[in-house]
T-cell receptor, first 114, second 114 residues
Framework: DARVTQTPRHKVTEMGQEVTMRCQPI?????VFWYRQTMMQGLELLAY????????DSGMPKDRFSAEMPDATLATLKIQPSEPRDSAVYFC????????????FGSGTQLSVL | AQKITQTQPGMFVQEKEAVTLDCTYD???????LFWYKQPSSGEMIFLIY??????QNATEGRYSLNFQKARKSANLVISASQLGDSAMYFC???????????FGTGTRLQVFP
């Protein structure tokens, strides 16, 4: 079965360090989303891309977060510098929304910033 | 702005009974899609069911059905014949067909007891 692959699954880092999370969307999916899940805020949409072009990153703290899609097989989410409040599970999802299809989610990256 | 509301933080149901998880939404758009996802303790996001705003019939997928009441802007999930494995967080979500953004409610934790 095709699936969205996220790496790493777990990341523990110290405050101030750079964190890079990677996502390989399902081949053929034209839209990629990044979500952050915390107990307090639930699932927040951080950014999303269609055909590799960023459509909306208004959910992302601009000063420290950046999201890119260098090619169709890779999406990245970077945090620099990381802070303890960034601790969360970060999900990548891909799909073809124009076909009214569901989004396929990766397993998430559990980030802990100490 | 679009909004999804899930007013039940937690629900309990006995095995083999049916349960309804509430979801209301707010949008000024005519075309949108409604989704339910399940998140077990393992953390993965599992798609359950989809309803389009123009679909006249309520969606069904096995033991899951979506009670879609467009005038009331509600999209409740009905799980029939609950099983212990249904214990999980359940998220209602809405996609704006203009932007393809998928936004989530805060979720309902369902616990099924024997």
């Amino acid at each position: 079965d095709a699936r969205v692959t996220q790496t790493p699954r777990h990341k523990v880092t110290e405050m101030g360090q750079e964190v890079t999370m990677r996502c390989q969307p399902i081949l053929g999916h034209n839209t990629v989303f990044w979500y952050r899940q915390t107990m307090m805020q639930g699932l927040e949409l951080l950014a999303y891309f269609r055909n590799r072009a960023p459509l909306d990153d208004s959910g992302m703290p601009k000063d420290r977060f950046s999201a890119e899609m260098p090619d169709a097989t890779l999406a990245t989410l970077k945090i620099q510098p990381s802070e303890p409040r960034d601790s969360a599970v970060y999900f990548c999802a891909s799909g073809i929304p124009q076909l009214n299809e569901k989004l396929f989610f990766g397993s998430g990256t559990q980030l802990s910033v100490l | 702005a679009q909004k999804i509301t899930q007013t039940q933080p937690g629900m309990f149901v006995q095995e083999k009974e049916a349960v309804t998880l509430d979801c209301t939404y707010d949008t000024s758009d005519q075309s949108y899609g409604l989704f339910w996802y399940k998140q077990p303790s393992s953390g993965e996001m599992i798609f359950l069911i989809y309803q389009g705003s123009y679909d006249e019939q309520n969606a069904t997928e096995g033991r899951y059905s979506l009670n879609f009441q467009k005038a009331r802007k509600s999209a409740n999930l009905v799980i029939s014949a609950s099983q212990l494995g249904d214990s999980a967080m359940y998220f209602c979500a809405m996609r704006d067909h203009n932007t393809d953004k998928l936004i989530f409610g805060t979720g309902t934790r369902l616990q099924v007891f024997p």
